[in-house]
């Protein structure tokens, strides 16, 4: 009872310690909104911000329903989708230029889990039916449950990745891997929109090589395909990809780019409309958009463990294609991103919106690009464009009901452009790395046969194997020049004596991946040029002698040999960090130079290695091993020298 007693009163006395400051300093590094508001300059960034809102929400509208269905649920799940989490990460995010919101790749993994649970028994969105919320059908309801449980979850597994932590272990994502992995899962949702550019029917397809077994399909029932779908979708590419490549050629001398995307859906709704396709040619549409938000309501936490798998995907690959745009926009316009903060910020986007029939969610290439392209300033835009998105969702939505689906899916298909883009980063990794190479070749490959969290994966394991294997072989040490020690001794006799000082520098990790060649690099250093065999051989000469005088000459002899004794100098500078094998190694070659009478001081030591070093051997010298610089490892070697000598006379 007592040990319970103190325990609480440590406790007490832990959270009385906490003060003010402490408290206002957590908030503000948590939430980061905290420190971009009060500063804001509302004069010279507002009207950019502004700009850059309209057009981000033009953006968001239309890919908001294309990913919705992507996800394959009702294409007004979508547009909340492109509400909530944007309002989430501009309160805890970092990165001042990424547009969050409904993202390709997390909605095609979430479609995973609701066609497997919620299978599809009709892929039209135009029946309406007021049985369920919103005037959906109880099917829609339940589809859209799904997606949210998959956003929940993977929300859940971005913040437990927070609190570990985890955001350091992101250097294993190297820029070969998140290229591969997004360029595969391009591939993936290009092939999941087939049948709407084709206007074919087709069952859904998903597990491993179902991207070669849709398209296996689409050749054996060639015959199916619609042509005016087809003709519309042609139609819609060739206009999208025409007019966003003059708008990114003239950019510069326009400061509001074409919203073709917009033009585009108004213009094939209307006609549509009037042409009455859906009835006479059988194009599919989106249909009915209720108007509203829904009210707030808690995931099927039923489906939880079924779901698993998914999660893990949409949080993972979310993370990674997010955090690739925040540390490419920080890096562009001078700021940093917390890589930990960021699993925060995603996190709480996933959890927070699943509440609010939100699919999974994470940043766009193409919505960033936009963001760069219209100079926006600060996240002032995207909640700008949640503003404009608010308004269509209780106006305008309704107004969508004959969109055609072969158009959401051009505008899909054109909006991955950037990502399959980055197969001519080939030729880069090609003319710079073989390995990178081979590494980007197979994690496409991995991506394309399984999926995008099977080939993220598969890139981050074969990184740490290369890691493994190259780590030992890498050079570990670097002989420097005495010419290049600045030391303040200028006499003839010192430099004389200076010679048979050998300087090395330490210039990578010292761990059990490469310990063993560390040792073996040293050892051929001190060898090199016979330092041992020259100190022992001048040793035993004086021993020799000693005994002949009958050891009348003992003194003399030993300050002689002391005197001729070589020096070795480990510059440990850059020498980041260590564990007990590399320790163990360093007591070792300090054992072993002084069985062959050789000194080794170690410079530059940070206080860990020193205390290392103290507690896992007996560094049983009579003189200092550890020296905070070169210059004075050199200063206690001439200081020490002189004495002999001075005790010789």
């Not at 194009?283 to 707030?296: D, F, H, M, T």
Request: glycine share 6%; aromatic share 10%.
């Amino acid at each position: 009872m007592t040990g319970a007693k103190r325990k609480r009163s440590t406790v007490w006395r832990k959270i009385q310690a906490v003060r003010f400051e402490d408290i206002k300093a957590w908030c503000m590094r948590r939430l980061p909104i905290l420190k971009w508001v009060p500063v804001y300059n509302w004069k010279e960034n507002l009207v950019p911000d502004t700009l850059s809102g309209m057009m981000l929400a033009i953006q968001q509208v239309t890919q908001g329903l294309a990913f919705a269905v992507l996800s394959s649920v009702h294409p007004v799940f979508g547009l909340y989708g492109s509400f909530f989490p944007v309002i989430i990460y501009a309160i805890f995010g970092m990165g001042r230029h990424v547009a969050t919101g409904t993202f390709a790749l997390t909605s095609l993994i979430s479609a995973n889990a609701v066609e497997r649970l919620v299978p599809s028994v009709r892929t039209n969105f135009t029946a309406n039916n007021n049985s369920g919320i919103l005037g959906l059908s109880e099917f829609e309801i339940q589809r859209i449950g799904v997606a949210a449980a998959v956003s929940f979850l993977g929300g859940i597994i971005q913040v437990a990745m927070f609190m570990l932590q985890l955001g350091s272990a992101t250097f294993l994502l190297t820029e070969p891997v998140i290229s591969a992995m997004t360029t595969g899962a391009a591939t993936h949702v290009v092939t999941s929109q087939v049948k709407y550019l084709l206007g074919m029917k087709m069952p859904y397809m998903s597990g491993p090589l179902a991207f070669f077994h849709i398209y296996a399909y689409v050749f054996e029932n060639i015959r199916s395909v619609q042509l005016e779908a087809l003709l519309l979708s042609l139609l819609s590419i060739v206009v999208l990809v025409l007019v966003k490549e003059l708008n990114e050629k003239f950019h510069r001398n326009i400061k509001v780019v074409l919203p073709i995307d917009l033009l585009l859906i108004i213009a094939t709704s209307i006609a549509c409309y009037y042409a009455d396709m859906e009835y006479i040619y059988g194009i599919e549409v989106v249909g009915n958009i209720p108007k509203g938000l829904p009210s707030p309501k808690a995931p099927p936490m039923s489906v939880l463990p079924e779901v698993v798998t998914e999660a893990f995907g949409v949080a993972l690959v979310g993370y990674v294609a997010s955090l690739a745009l925040a540390q490419g926009s920080a890096k562009k316009f001078k700021y940093t991103v917390d890589d930990n903060q960021e699993f925060l910020a995603h996190g709480l986007s996933n959890v927070i919106p699943s509440f609010f029939f939100c699919i999974p969610s994470a940043a766009a290439m193409g919505r960033t690009a936009l963001l760069y392209s219209t100079g926006a300033k600060t996240q002032v835009a995207c909640l700008i464009s949640c503003v404009l998105i608010l308004v269509v969702i209780y106006t305008i939505g309704p107004l969508l009901y004959w969109l055609p689906m072969c158009v959401l899916a051009s505008i899909i298909v054109v909006g991955l452009k950037g990502m399959l883009m980055q197969f001519r980063d080939l030729k880069k990794y090609w003319n710079v790395d073989k390995i990178d190479w081979s590494i980007w070749v197979s994690t496409y490959v991995f991506t394309i046969c399984f999926a995008a969290n099977v080939g993220l994966l598969y890139g981050v394991l074969c990184t740490i194997v290369i890691v493994i294997f190259r780590f030992p072989r890498a050079k570990t040490l670097n002989l420097k020049n005495m010419k290049e020690v600045e030391y303040k001794y200028k006499a003839e006799d010192n430099c004389e004596s200076l010679k048979q000082v050998k300087i090395v520098s330490v210039n990578s990790p010292l761990i059990f991946l490469n310990a063993r060649k560390f040792h073996a690099d040293l050892l051929k250093i001190i060898q090199k040029d016979g330092i041992s065999s020259q100190v022992c051989a001048i040793c035993e000469q004086n021993t020799l002698l000693c005994s002949f005088s009958n050891g009348s000459c003992h003194g003399e002899l030993v300050q002689s040999c002391h005197s001729e004794r070589h020096v070795l100098i480990l510059d440990c500078s850059g020498l980041n960090f260590f564990d007990y094998t590399g320790v163990s190694v360093l007591l070792q070659i300090y054992m072993d130079c002084k069985s062959r009478y050789i000194d080794v001081l170690l410079a530059h030591c940070k206080a860990s290695l020193i205390k290392a070093m103290q507690y896992g051997g007996n560094l049983d010298s009579e003189n200092p091993v550890f020296f905070e610089s070169i210059s004075s490892a050199i200063d206690a070697i001439q200081i020490h020298r002189v004495r002999l000598k001075s005790k010789s006379k």
